[in-house]
């Protein structure tokens, strides 16, 4: 139980984020987004806005410099006439403060060619195809035995259609970079990341520079969820800004400017088909997705992978088709995949249970099994059904009536919902540095994120019991990408990754250690590549089982949820204070998608016209009231030395089927689409 060791720092104010670094004499950038939703930019008028004392540049498609990579559609900032979608950054004004950087781009005129721009997501559009994989390496479809048929033969159906909304990711800190180029040519860039690793590869591939030369500075992050896992449009502006104007140039994206620029939850739409037997022991399972990218650069979700690792049934079918519109790229939101995947299969198996007249834990009891259904491989551990037991027993299951509209509390409607999670134990190379100092303590650096999940403390923590030594006397230095090189603070593989890294180097430095410490201490350092090809084939997932009570106004439909239970087995927890944290952060997170959360877009216009947090509704502390999360014991020796799964993100997994499911077992009503507004219900 060990308090977040930057925690001071944070709250008294003195942790410093991307966008506070004191540079000497920075400019400041605003941005201008495009007004059309499709065509082309037919010219700039930067007259009036060059006029304005303290503007020192305009850029756009008309002057900016030729990027060395333009591969990646959505940093090939000002590179084209084209008008993907409406939102899109199309120039910047540069100038001596923020106040006139954003009166000048008030003041730009930019004449468009437009065209009428096709944004709706329908599972009947012509333009859906099939992607080649989905994110990042899975095939788009898989198919076992004969599903329609076992479908089609089944004793109990359930053959139903769940849509998901775009959903933005709303980190406190917004996207920020300051850039500076320096003398020697070089670039330093305080950003606002998941991994300063991949800024600099990526940034530097964009700019047509060495990696070397690019040094990414992020010790404090406010946030991310996913959308800061690869570097935005404000990164390669605020760089291409800074050399404009031969200055360090501060940007950060304004939140209105956030819901166009920095990436969403894809929208789905979802058809689920359960085949059961009478006993509920699932014979067919299909799940067809159908989801949106961008003409920019494709982004196919991998929303029906769980369904393929989740239940037993001899009879399988997932399918993704994607359909590029005009709108901004959809990309990585916590959980990618199996958060919205999860909703739809985890209503569904609500559905089923209604219907064969299970109790809904015993249906997925039921349905558990040691092997990996598609591909056959063993569980390095699978604890979903003690999961379920525990969460059933601590949350009082056993007294709930199994029929729907059953309790009522004058004029709440009152009832249980339960869903499974699940979230992959992913790990990825990575290296880190060890150091034993001259005055008896020690230095660990590797470049990870700490994006508010408690990295640095966990990371700490993993370094002083290996080195056996207190956790007082280590500095756990991390975002820097000086640093050694890091995966990015994403897929929940973060502590899996970077703890096995610094494990390696604190056991390599500890067997260079006999005697003193020489005045120029001594390091070592280690870099897992090899250790992780070597591992064994197994399926690698962590599980959890999520339970929520809600109440519903029988008049106004309003939903609250009362009481909220999470229990999770993720392997070993490395410190139990954040990691509560972490899976309560990612419930409430699905309580927000239950019920609040959707970006809506302008069908006429394109672009999202929720771009505040007072239009885009995430529950505030009064919605989250009885909430908690548990785990089980987990010893899982196929991991890594820490026998760690990650929890980032499993906590967001199943925790909107659970709110969905007792809105049902409340009122008997089955929403489909999310979020579960009033007006639903009524
Ligand atoms: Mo997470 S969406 O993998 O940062």
Not at 48 to 73: Q, Y
Not at 90 to 96: G, M, N, Y
Not at 120 to 130: E, M, T, V
Not at 355 to 360: L, S
Request: hydrophobic share 40%; net charge negative; aromatic share 6%.
């Amino acid at each position: 139980m060990t308090d977040r060791l930057e925690g001071r720092e944070k709250v008294t104010g003195t942790a410093r984020y991307a966008f506070e670094y004191p540079v000497r004499n920075a400019a400041y950038a605003a941005a201008v987004q495009a007004s059309v939703g499709k065509g082309q930019v037919r010219s700039v008028d930067a007259e009036a806005a060059l006029r304005l004392p303290g503007v020192l540049a305009v850029l756009s498609c008309e002057n900016a410099p030729e990027l060395s990579d333009t591969s990646d559609g959505e940093l090939a900032l000002f590179q084209s006439r084209t008008v993907s979608f409406r939102g899109q950054f199309v120039a910047a004004v540069v100038a001596e403060t923020l106040e006139t950087a954003r009166e000048a781009a008030r003041l730009l005129r930019v004449e468009y060619a437009g065209e009428a721009p096709d944004v709706r997501l329908r599972a009947d559009h012509p333009g859906l195809y099939k992607p080649d994989k989905v994110n990042p390496v899975f095939p788009a479809d898989t198919e076992q035995g004969e599903p329609e048929k076992a479908f089609a033969d089944s004793a109990v159906r359930v053959d139903a259609v769940y849509t998901t909304p775009a959903e933005h990711n709303n980190p406190m800190e917004p996207h920020a970079t300051i850039a500076q180029w320096n003398e020697d040519g070089t670039l330093t860039l305080y950003d606002s990341n998941q991994g300063a690793s991949t800024v600099q590869a990526t940034i530097a591939k964009v700019f047509g520079l060495d990696p070397s030369r690019v040094h990414v500075v992020s010790p404090h992050v406010g946030g991310g969820f996913g959308s800061k896992g690869m570097p935005r449009p404000n990164v390669v502006l605020a760089a291409m800004a800074a050399r404009a104007v031969g200055r360090p140039v501060k940007f950060a994206v304004p939140r209105q400017q956030m819901f166009a620029t920095t990436g969403y939850r894809t929208p789905t739409i979802q058809r689920l088909r359960l085949g059961a037997d009478e006993d509920g022991r699932l014979n067919a399972i299909l799940h067809e997705v159908t989801e949106q990218t961008s003409t920019v650069k494709e982004f196919a979700e991998q929303t029906a992978t769980p369904t393929r690792i989740l239940y037993q049934a001899p009879h399988r079918l997932t399918s993704h088709r994607v359909v590029a519109l005009d709108v901004p790229t959809p990309s990585w939101m916590r959980a990618p995949g199996e958060t919205p995947g999860m909703y739809a299969l985890e209503t569904a198996m609500d559905e089923l249970a209604v219907a064969a007249g299970i109790d809904p834990v015993e249906l997925r009891v039921r349905n558990d099994t040691d092997r990996e259904p598609e591909s056959g491989l063993p569980f390095s551990s699978r604890n979903l059904v003690a999961c379920l037991r525990e969460g059933s027993e601590r949350f009082g299951w056993a007294g709930r009536a199994p029929e729907p509209g059953a309790r009522r509390e004058g004029r709440k409607f009152v009832g249980m919902g339960v869903a499974a999670s699940t979230y992959p134990a992913y790990q990825r190379p990575n290296q880190a540095t060890a150091r034993a100092e001259p005055d008896g303590t020690f230095t660990v650096r590797i470049a990870a994120a700490d994006i508010g999940t408690g990295a640095r403390t966990a990371l700490a923590l993993i370094a002083a019991e290996t080195l056996k030594e207190d956790l007082a006397d280590v500095r756990m230095e991390i975002g820097d990408s000086a640093f050694p090189r890091a995966s990015v603070a994403g897929g929940s593989a973060g502590t899996a990754g970077w703890g096995t890294a610094v494990v390696r180097a604190c056991e390599a430095l500890r067997g260079k250690l006999n005697g003193a410490v020489p005045p120029g201490g001594i390091e070592a350092s280690a870099d897992t590549g090899e250790e992780l090809r070597a591992r064994a084939e197994y399926a690698r997932h962590a599980f959890g089982a999520q339970f929520a009570e809600v109440e519903v106004d029988a008049d106004t439909g309003e939903v609250r949820v009362r009481r909220m239970l999470g229990v999770f087995a993720a392997g070993r927890i490395i410190n139990p204070t954040t990691a509560r944290s972490q899976f309560i952060g990612g419930m409430t997170m699905g309580v927000g998608m239950a019920l609040m959360e959707q970006s809506v877009m302008d069908r006429e216009f394109g672009d999202y016209l929720t771009r505040d947090l007072a239009q885009y509704h995430v529950p505030v502390c009064a919605d989250i009231r009885d909430i908690d999360a548990a785990w089980v014991e987990e010893s899982d020796p196929h991991l890594n030395p820490m026998g760690a799964k990650g929890i980032g993100e499993i906590g967001i997994v199943g925790a909107a089927a659970a709110v969905g499911n007792a809105v049902h077992h409340a009122t008997g009503i089955r929403v489909r689409d999310l979020p579960i507004t009033p007006a639903r219900l009524l």
